[in-house]
């Protein structure tokens, strides 16, 4: 089943549609079908599906990755984010600034070369500074989060 998810929606909210995070393992399967490729590192599951990464804690689902580079279909398709991938950051931040979406800079996920963007309790957008392209699009639990800011 394929979701399609308005793309301020999900910078909002978070929300990739009929999935959610904190689902059991066996449902996304059931609600998205069975995965690309499937990985175990550093405790988690992860499950490829085209351009997105699905990661499960404890069989619960945790984060979610997209890729928009990648240019390779996944379960859920993003309304109005088809030219997200090759985005500026002005593009990002202008529709957020258009739609009431408040966004600020994530120190936690900021490394070299990368700004990390938050827009919601669990959406962070990474950004090349020195590509100048959205890396990943990343909504997980807070917990996750927080934890990657240590």
């Known amino acids: 089943m394929k979701s399609e998810i308005p793309f301020e929606i ?69 309304i109005g984010g088809e030219t997200i991938g090759k985005a500026s950051l002005d593009t990002i931040l202008d529709l957020c600034d258009a739609r009431g979406i408040p966004w600020a800079v994530h120190q936690g996920w900021c490394v070299e070369r990368q700004l990390a963007i938050r827009t919601c309790p669990t959406v962070v957008i990474l950004y090349d500074l020195e590509a100048r392209e959205i890396q990943q699009v990343v909504s997980c639990t807070k917990v996750l989060l927080d934890t990657r800011m240590k």
């Open 10 to 78: 999900f910078l909002s909210q978070g929300d990739i549609g009929p999935i959610k995070l904190g689902m059991d393992e066996r449902k996304v399967e059931e609600i998205i079908g069975e995965p690309d490729t499937i990985l175990r590192s550093d405790g988690y599951l992860i499950e490829k599906r085209g351009s997105m990464q699905i990661h499960y804690s404890n069989g619960k689902l945790c984060a979610f990755y997209w890729y928009p580079f990648q240019g390779t279909d996944g379960p859920v398709s993003f």
